[in-house]
């Protein structure tokens, strides 16, 4: 039977009590940024609960109370699974109808007043200070979708794709929390590729994308030199967010040979807001997509269970530029009121690699992880139409248009369009575990240019 909790969790909600996400937080009436998890439409505000002795029962957590004061996730995910466990299932108990511990919140009405806010009421922030961000390429599916599209079925997937995880290193400095604007970049495009000589010119990105994607935090630093074993991998791992990795298919034509993505991809990522926990997730456990070659030992995970089946759904909402001062939490009346379609419907086992062995892999070398360092998984897509993880992939690079609720179309986005991803585990309503949403809004090119 599922435990009930005192405080009012709507059905449907991504924030049940089997999940206790963790996230960055300010109020109306403070812009300290510190930290919270979400309850059903309800946010508890962790620094609060702390410094009013929320903890004092959790003896383990005490020494380090400090972490719940600070403006990033980073000081508590440095403390290690062992204690986002015991934190996460304390606050499970705290909030349960039959808590074994009442007079901490559930009867304590002054500190419910202090700690307890509604969710649309607080403004989110990038969870995490990301100092490094690789984003790899382990959706098999988009990857031979694109390599059919330019090199044609019996070349699709280069010969190292099933031998290890792909990635190159992204931006981490335009990495940006869900409702954060983004801007459509400029760049050299070759507009006519037939053409002799190949000389590109410099204008606006006219083929911008999304890509559907997975992320997870790292939580433990390893030294130089000494790689992480995957079957210890888990254990680096804080928690997992929504990435919409956003993309400039035509500046990315013509700059990704020889070393892959660079302006087309360094503009802007979104990431959601709130961190899912690994124990959170872990009963969704299951089995990716079969990988028939042979890995080097360091990839071979213990378990074949090793990929997440969360439901995964975009959302496209056409020409919303009416909107000022864009921030999703005043989003939903907008959004509701214009033409929305789900382009996408798909599911994360459509992965080829887990995130123990992509992190396994980034390390093999002796590369230095560290708290805070973001790894997408690259754009998942399914093998039927609809499932696919990218307007690149469902346009057919431009040649086809999609048909949006409203008579709209698209081949790629336009300004104002809003591109909002969702993710959820799990079928029982009362109980789900999601993520929220990852969106964000494309805005008009800078003006001007070239200077």
């Not at 439409?41 to 600070?70: C, R």
């Not at 039959?98 to 969870?127: G, M, R, S, Y």
């Not at 409702?179 to 002799?196: K, V």
Request: charge should be negative; proline fraction near 6%; aromatic fraction near 10%.
């Amino acid at each position: 039977m599922e435990a009930k909790s005192w405080l009012s969790i709507p059905q449907g909600s991504h924030f049940s009590l089997s999940n206790i996400p963790f996230g960055i937080i300010t109020t109306a009436s403070s812009q300290n940024r510190r930290p919270a998890v979400a309850v059903g439409d309800q946010v508890l505000d962790l620094a609060e609960f702390s410094s009013n002795g929320g903890f004092s029962l959790l003896t383990s957590i005490l020494p380090h109370i400090s972490v719940f004061s600070q403006p990033t996730l980073n000081a508590f995910a440095a403390l290690g699974r062992q204690v986002h466990r015991e934190v996460r299932n304390y606050l499970q108990d705290i909030f349960t109808d039959d808590t074994t511990h009442p007079e901490i919140l559930k009867t304590n009405t002054i500190l419910q007043q202090k700690a307890v806010f509604p969710l649309k009421d607080v403004q989110t922030h990038l969870p995490m200070q990301i100092g490094d961000y690789t984003d790899f390429y382990a959706g098999l599916n988009h990857a031979y979708n694109l390599g059919v599209m330019f090199r044609g079925a019996a070349n699709a997937l280069q010969p190292n794709y099933t031998h290890l995880p792909v990635g190159y290193h992204g931006r981490a400095s335009s990495v940006v929390v869900s409702g954060t604007p983004i801007r459509r970049p400029w760049g050299q495009i070759l507009e006519n590729p037939s053409a002799d000589p190949k000389v590109p010119v410099f204008t606006q990105c006219k083929k911008l994308d999304l890509e559907l994607e997975l992320g997870a935090f790292v939580c433990r630093a390893n030294k130089m030199g000494e790689p992480i074993p995957v079957d210890q991998a888990e254990g680096f791992l804080f928690g997992f967010v929504l990435v919409n990795d956003w993309s400039a298919r035509d500046v990315q034509a013509w700059e990704y040979v020889p070393l892959g993505p660079f302006n087309s991809k360094n503009f802007g990522t979104t990431v959601s807001a709130w961190v899912v926990l690994p124990d959170a997730l872990e009963p969704f456990l299951g089995n990716g997509l079969e990988n028939k070659t042979e890995l080097q030992a360091y990839l071979k995970e213990a378990r074949n269970e090793n990929i997440y089946n969360i439901k995964l759904e975009v959302d496209l909402t056409s020409k919303c530029s009416q909107m000022t001062g864009f921030h999703w939490n005043d989003a939903h009346d907008l959004i509701a009121k214009s033409g929305t379609t789900t382009i996408t419907r798909t599911s994360s086992r459509n992965l080829l690699w887990s995130f123990p062995q992509m992190l396994a892999h980034h390390s093999i070398t002796g590369c230095p992880m560290q708290v805070g360092d973001l790894l997408a998984s690259g754009t998942i897509s399914g093998t039927e139409p609809g499932t696919e993880g990218s307007l690149l992939e469902q346009s057919q690079n431009g040649k086809v248009s999609l048909k949006l609720q409203g008579g709209d179309e698209r081949k790629f986005l336009e300004d104002w369009d809003i591109v909002t991803i969702r993710g959820v585990c799990g079928n029982n309503e009362s109980s789900l575990v999601g993520f929220g949403e990852c969106t964000g809004r494309i805005e008009p090119a800078v003006q001007g240019w070239p200077f």
